[in-house]
């Protein structure tokens, strides 16, 4: 069945906000997310979870600290790139040591760290907090190159390409001379980090969000007062639809939802509904910001439902959900790309096929397609893209309806040979059909014995 996430702005949206309801909802585990600063070269990073209230309700929340009184909160190539004045630095609420991404009328923390280089990162800490700032090249050199899958790396640059597009059009300058304040500390670059390691885990067929709530008054940030949204909010909030802060919530000045998590939220082109879509409910978390809004909970939630089936006799299969990953090859060996082919499926691939095709400029060419289960997928098209000459592939995901299948050993002619049965879910036997590399053998055999 299509797998739905459907995303809800109950009190708007931040970075951590985002991860915390994947793991309140069991999509993804807190030591899977502690594992993914050290793929950054933040090794004294540490990613922590745990349970709080938030108007009566039972959410989680996320933390990012450092093991080191050192600790770096904004990073920065101190000898690359143009140096900028202060007002081309991006905001995104406050710079908290223990990760406070409230729904935001924030503090602004500064925090003074000493120049300290990471050899594994190639990246240097600026002193004052301050006047602090991350050049957005460097940041999407930083993702770019590190080990995590593919599809992740590409997501997190996607988000950073948006915020970094928007503090452009914000102040009038080229998005290669971006500079980020708060957008480029080390916990913001978590937070899109962990969005994108959990979007990239789900892979949803579909994805759906409530209207998205900025909300109300002013707020104060690295460069002066501002009214809600502030500059790279509203960019980023173009033709998305947003909603009035609730009445319950009575604070006068209150930054809902920061530029990350708008960012994350528009890097997924959701269908923008005002209800929960149609389906079965599986699973559902909720992520807690810091701030007490009192009776209004501080929660960013997520559901995620499988889709009704067509009426019709689908039941009688089984059904599940598979990616396929295709790449167009058109300057490689045939050797090498049936290499692929058998090292894909010796990695656990369901299927791997080879298509001729006509490329570009009259190329003859090879599309490679492989079948992965959902949940893994993206390790295969990393492998891909490691191992293959290919700069690129695409995929998509695919409902399924199967059969059922036993194995049966039967007697034939001179031995016996294991048969796969396909059967309704109802035990109703449509197929059967002896394995092929047994009948071969079976085969060869009995032609040896007539000799």
Same mark, same amino acid.
């Given at each position: 069945?299509? %797998?739905?996430?459907?995303?809800?702005?109950?009190?708007?949206?931040?970075?951590?906000?985002?991860?915390?309801?994947?793991?309140? =909802?069991?999509?993804?585990?807190?030591?899977?997310?502690?594992?993914? #600063?050290?793929?950054?070269?933040?090794?004294?990073?540490?990613?922590? =979870? %745990?349970?709080?209230?938030?108007?009566?309700?039972r959410?989680? $929340?996320?933390?990012?600290?450092?093991?080191?009184? %050192?600790? &770096? !909160?904004?990073?920065?190539?101190?000898?690359?790139?143009? +140096?900028?004045? $202060?007002? $081309?630095? =991006?905001?995104?609420?406050?710079?908290?040591?223990?990760?406070? !991404?409230? #729904?935001?009328?924030?503090?602004?923390?500064?925090?003074?760290?000493?120049?300290?280089? /990471?050899?594994?990162?190639?990246?240097?800490?600026?002193?004052?907090?301050?006047?602090?700032?991350?050049?957005?090249?460097d940041?999407?050199?930083?993702?770019?190159?590190?080990?995590?899958?593919?599809?992740?790396?590409?997501?997190?640059?996607?988000?950073?390409?948006?915020?970094?597009?928007?503090?452009?059009?914000?102040?009038?300058?080229?998005?290669?001379?971006? =500079?980020?304040?708060?957008?480029?500390?080390?916990?913001?670059?978590?937070?899109?980090?962990?969005?994108?390691?959990?979007?990239e885990?789900?892979?949803?067929?579909?994805?759906?969000? +409530?209207?998205? *709530?900025?909300?109300?008054?002013?707020?104060?940030?690295?460069?002066?007062? !501002?009214?809600?949204?502030?500059?790279?909010?509203? *960019?980023?909030?173009?033709d998305?639809?947003?909603?009035?802060?609730?009445?319950?919530?009575?604070?006068?000045?209150?930054?809902?939802?920061? #530029?990350?998590?708008?960012?994350?939220?528009?890097?997924?082109?959701?269908?923008?509904?005002?209800?929960?879509?149609?389906?079965?409910?599986?699973?559902?978390?909720?992520?807690?910001?810091?701030? /007490?809004?009192?009776?209004? &909970?501080?929660?960013?939630?997520?559901?995620?439902?499988?889709?009704?089936?067509?009426?019709?006799?689908?039941?009688?299969?089984?059904?599940?959900?598979?990616?396929?990953?295709?790449?167009?090859?058109? /300057?490689?060996?045939?050797? !090498?790309?049936?290499?692929?082919?058998?090292?894909?499926?010796? %990695?656990?691939?369901?299927?791997?096929?080879?298509?001729?095709?006509?490329?570009?400029?009259?190329? &003859?060419?090879?599309?490679?397609?492989?079948?992965?289960?959902?949940a893994?997928?993206?390790?295969?098209a990393?492998?891909?893209?490691?191992?293959?000459?290919?700069?690129?592939?695409?995929? *998509?995901?695919?409902?399924?309806?199967?059969?059922?299948? *036993?194995?049966?050993?039967?007697?034939?002619a001179g031995?016996?040979?294991?048969?796969?049965?396909?059967?309704? +879910?109802?035990?109703?036997?449509?197929?059967?059909?002896?394995?092929?590399?047994e009948?071969?053998?079976?085969?060869?055999?009995?032609?040896?014995?007539?000799k």
């Amino acid at each position: 069945m299509s %797998r739905i996430l459907f995303l809800d702005s109950v009190a708007g949206v931040a970075g951590d906000m985002f991860a915390a309801a994947f793991v309140d =909802a069991g999509l993804v585990t807190a030591a899977e997310l502690a594992a993914l #600063p050290a793929q950054l070269g933040f090794n004294s990073v540490e990613i922590s =979870a %745990r349970a709080v209230t938030k108007a009566t309700m039972r959410a989680t $929340h996320l933390s990012v600290t450092s093991r080191s009184d %050192r600790a &770096p !909160h904004s990073l920065s190539h101190a000898h690359e790139g143009p +140096t900028h004045a $202060h007002d $081309h630095h =991006a905001h995104d609420g406050p710079m908290h040591a223990h990760h406070a !991404h409230e #729904p935001h009328a924030h503090d602004h923390h500064a925090h003074e760290t000493s120049p300290e280089s /990471d050899s594994e990162s190639h990246l240097v800490v600026e002193a004052g907090a301050d006047h602090a700032h991350t050049h957005y090249a460097d940041i999407d050199r930083l993702i770019g190159g590190c080990p995590l899958a593919a599809p992740v790396r590409a997501r997190a640059q996607m988000i950073f390409r948006l915020l970094a597009e928007a503090e452009a059009a914000a102040h009038g300058m080229a998005v290669e001379d971006v =500079a980020f304040h708060e957008v480029g500390s080390i916990d913001s670059i978590m937070d899109v980090v962990m969005a994108a390691y959990c979007i990239e885990k789900l892979g949803p067929a579909r994805y759906c969000a +409530t209207p998205i *709530r900025p909300g109300r008054g002013f707020i104060t940030m690295a460069h002066g007062t !501002h009214p809600v949204p502030p500059p790279a909010s509203a *960019r980023l909030l173009a033709d998305m639809p947003i909603a009035a802060t609730p009445a319950a919530i009575t604070r006068t000045n209150v930054e809902l939802s920061t #530029p990350t998590g708008i960012a994350i939220l528009k890097s997924l082109a959701p269908e923008f509904l005002a209800e929960v879509p149609a389906g079965t409910i599986r699973q559902q978390g909720l992520g807690a910001g810091t701030m /007490d809004l009192g009776s209004f &909970p501080n929660v960013f939630r997520l559901i995620v439902l499988d889709a009704n089936p067509s009426p019709g006799a689908t039941h009688a299969y089984e059904a599940d959900q598979v990616v396929e990953i295709v790449s167009n090859i058109d /300057d490689d060996s045939a050797e !090498h790309i049936a290499w692929l082919a058998e090292q894909l499926l010796a %990695r656990g691939a369901l299927d791997v096929w080879l298509t001729p095709a006509m490329g570009k400029k009259g190329r &003859p060419l090879t599309c490679l397609s492989v079948l992965a289960q959902a949940a893994d997928w993206s390790a295969y098209a990393d492998w891909l893209l490691r191992n293959s000459t290919t700069f690129g592939l695409r995929y *998509r995901t695919w409902d399924r309806l199967k059969l059922a299948r *036993r194995f049966e050993r039967r007697a034939v002619a001179g031995g016996e040979l294991t048969y796969k049965v396909g059967l309704t +879910t109802t035990g109703e036997v449509l197929k059967d059909k002896p394995e092929f590399d047994e009948l071969r053998v079976h085969w060869e055999q009995r032609s040896s014995d007539r000799k």
